[in-house]
């Protein structure tokens, strides 16, 4: 199992990647957060982002699908924002969420899925 700031480093070695930040949707903080710019800070995105999560997760249980959210994507002229949820594996109260933020022009979007996906199994929070 890797940590938090392994699991970060990870992520921000995707092709493409621009920022990564784990994130808790209850309170919208951020556990940790690594990249970024000047135009993109990880923090104001992630909190941000956790108002995506509670509005999917509010429309999934309104329809009564009984599924879990495995990630959202959001498509922009020159980035990809991928958030990933985080199974909650112990039975507490955790709600965590990766969000990884990638350039289109230089990432592979099937492959990050995949890869986001490998370190979100492996992270231990």
Known sequence: MANIETSLKEAMAI???IGVALVD?????TLGVIGGS???DMNVA???NTDVV?????AVEMLGL????EDILITLDSQYHL???IPNRRGGGDALFLYLALSKSRANLGLARHQLRKIEADLDV
């Open 38 to 40: 000047p135009a993109m």
């Open 66 to 69: 009984g599924e879990d959210i």
């Open 15 to 17: 092709e493409g990647a």
């Open 54 to 58: 509670r509005a999917k997760m509010r």
């Open 25 to 29: 949707y209850t309170s919208g903080l």
């Open 46 to 48: 992630a909190a941000g």
């Open 83 to 85: 958030i990933r949820l």
